[in-house]
């Protein structure tokens, strides 16, 4: 009797997937999920929108966009093929690239507004060390560009008085970070400490074996803060968590400085799974580039922090990719 239960059901998932499915393999409804956040709940109140303005630009096919019920669930929709189109930040990208090769492609990188200090005169990128420099030019206040970049860094932020003048001078001091799971707030902080033989601990540092003791703070304008009043050595925020500040304290950027940043973040992905064929792909990202150029699509996507679309490359993410095994490998 179970074997005939499971054979019907086989048999009705069978059928329902050949119903979905169009003639070039491509299913006719299209599931775009998000996870779960606070900005994905706004987004959400609004799927009716986003689902339209995808099918006038993906002729032939139906949207429907969902909020997972959380980031493992939207995963498995994806590997199983009831999810097709995913927001993942770029670590859980990362994370299902790295365990389950093949199975998803990236589409598109978020971008948003960089900062003069990251660009030349000519509006090309400059190199960390020379991003580092120009942060700790007199005259910086973390002054915006309007030039899209679509990664960010995490930045060690010390009193400007402070003797901590390098990553190595960290040890035995204490560092305000953000919970273990913030990427810019402990991660990325965590592997710039580890390419330097140095670790995270939660009671006394020994300085002699390049321990650094973290404080968890909540929010990362908290932690600068916190720097600021001397109630920590140093903090890691991510690029430029001062800013949110400047309005109360408009002698931050004097009195702090920036002594180290750590690898490149990339930003939130638009992934897909990848046996969608590559025009339905191409069509998915074309259409997303142009709504999120129009004010409504704008208004819909800004309050996930995003402000525009770039193509992305698998191999963009392979720093992304470096990161989660040192975390699943160290941090779990």
Do not use: W
């Not at 498995?76 to 365990?99: K, P, S």
């Amino acid at each position: 009797m179970k074997r005939l239960v499971l054979f019907l059901l086989t048999l009705v998932f069978s059928l329902a997937l050949v119903a979905c499915i169009g003639e070039e393999g491509d299913p006719d409804h299209i599931v775009v999920a998000f996870v779960p956040s606070n900005s994905a709940s706004a987004v959400i109140t609004r799927a009716t929108e986003l689902a339209e303005m995808l099918e006038e630009r993906v002729p032939g096919k139906t949207f429907e966009i969902i909020l997972g019920t959380d980031y493992d669930a939207v995963v498995e929709g994806m590997l199983a093929g009831t999810i097709h189109v995913g927001f993942l930040t770029g670590q859980q990208y990362a994370a299902v690239t790295t365990e389950y090769p093949g199975s998803v492609e990236v589409l598109l990188t978020s971008v948003r507004k960089g900062f003069e200090v990251q660009f030349d005169d000519e509006g090309n990128i400059l190199s960390d060390a020379e991003v580092l420099a120009n942060m700790q030019d007199p005259g910086y206040r973390a002054q915006l560009a309007d030039i899209n970049v679509n990664y960010y860094h995490s930045i060690l932020i010390v009193p400007a008085d402070s003797d901590i003048e390098s990553v190595e001078d960290l040890a035995g001091k204490t560092v305000a970070t953000q919970a273990e799971t913030s990427g810019s707030g402990f991660v990325y902080p965590a592997v710039l400490l580890d390419q330097h033989d140095m670790k995270f601990v939660t009671g006394t540092p020994n300085a002699a074996a390049g321990e650094v003791k973290y404080q968890i703070f909540t929010g990362h304008p908290s932690a600068a803060e916190a720097v600021y009043l001397g109630d920590v050595d140093t903090a890691f925020t991510f690029m430029d968590a001062r800013l949110n500040l400047f309005e109360d304290k408009d002698d931050i950027f004097e009195a702090t400085k920036v002594i180290a940043l750590t690898p490149g973040i990339y930003n939130d992905t638009i992934s897909a799974i990848s046996s969608l064929s590559t025009d339905l792909k191409e069509a998915i990202e074309d259409a997303f580039i142009d709504i999120i150029s129009t004010a409504v699509g704008l208004d819909i996507l800004s309050v996930y922090s995003h402000t525009g679309y770039l193509k992305a490359d698998d191999e963009d993410y392979e720093g992304e990719r470096t990161v989660y095994k040192f975390k699943r490998d160290n941090l779990s």
